[in-house]
């Protein structure tokens, strides 16, 4: 294979590299929920270069809507990105531009074209990815994983679980490890931060189910590196020590942040590294 990405959509090991800068920095955009949020980043040093912009993510939230509130964030930075291309993240699996799931916003968003909508709505170069896989290569890139060699685990603890899976720094996508079943439960059914706010657990008692979780996963993949990311990870050290792994585990450093970042990262890494097989999806 010559391109740039594998058959699963990954980045190639030599376009891990940092992209060739410019003088301006890329627009992330992390849609949530309840809130869609952006900022311009620093790609040098993996920062914002000017304050987050946030906006109620709409009622209806279908394609089209959000990306009508995308436009306003575009728009309110639009003397510091220029031209540039924008990374989006999406609660969503996201394969070659067309969004495969929806969770906490609308089920029309299923196989969408998320990435065109996008594209025709904004005219100008989009890079739709998961949300979690974001934060993930920018744990790798500037925070709890940079300078990891190795295969880093990055889980997101929240509403559900979200996962992404970077080896050597070669993102794996959409690796949905929340959805393992385990002991007939779907992970996140029992191990997510809201079943711990919902039912009123200890963090001992939620980090023995957190316990069971990395576990199993930990015998399927055998990272070197755990991060643990999630509103949750601001108290770490309330659960993470009463977990026995074989693998490090640490929290991410960028928290909130990471998505922006990441999504920024991958929007410049794919101007150089377009991915060959999206413009062949119908």
């Keep these: 294979m010559t391109g740039p990405w594998n058959s699963c959509g990954a980045i190639s090991a030599d376009a891990t590299k940092l992209p060739v800068m410019t003088e301006r920095p890329v627009l992330g955009i992390d849609i949530g929920g309840s809130g869609i949020k952006g900022a311009p980043v620093d790609l040098a040093e993996g920062v914002f270069a000017e304050k987050r912009l946030r906006i109620e993510t709409p009622q209806q939230s279908t394609p089209k809507n959000v990306a009508a509130v995308v436009s306003e964030i575009v728009d309110h930075f639009a003397d510091q990105i220029g ?15 067309r969004t495969r799931s929806a969770a906490n916003i609308d089920k029309s968003w299923i196989d969408a074209p ?7 709505h904004l005219g100008r170069p989009i890079l739709l990815v998961n949300d979690a896989d974001a934060a993930g290569v920018a744990e790798v890139q500037y925070g709890a994983a940079k300078g990891n060699p190795g295969l880093v685990l990055m889980t997101t603890l929240g509403t559900g679980i979200g996962s992404a899976l970077i080896y050597r720094g070669v993102l794996i996508p959409n690796s949905e490890l929340g959805h393992l079943e385990i002991d007939g439960h779907d992970a996140e059914s029992r191990a997510a931060a809201s079943i711990k706010d919902k039912t009123g657990m200890s963090y001992e008692e939620y980090a023995q189910r957190l316990q069971r979780y990395y576990e199993v996963v930990e015998a399927l993949f055998w990272p070197d590196l755990i991060v643990v990311g999630g509103g949750v990870s601001k108290d770490s050290d309330e659960f993470l020590p009463h977990l026995k792994l074989n693998s490090p585990i640490v929290p991410a450093e960028l928290r909130n942040k990471a998505g922006i970042i990441g999504a920024a990262w991958l929007a410049r890494d794919a101007q150089d590294n377009p991915d060959p097989i999206s413009h062949n999806v119908s």
């Design 83 to 97: 031209d540039g291309p924008i990374g989006i993240t999406v609660p969503a699996v996201v394969t070659h531009g």
């Design 114 to 120: 998320a990435e065109k909508i996008f594209e025709d």
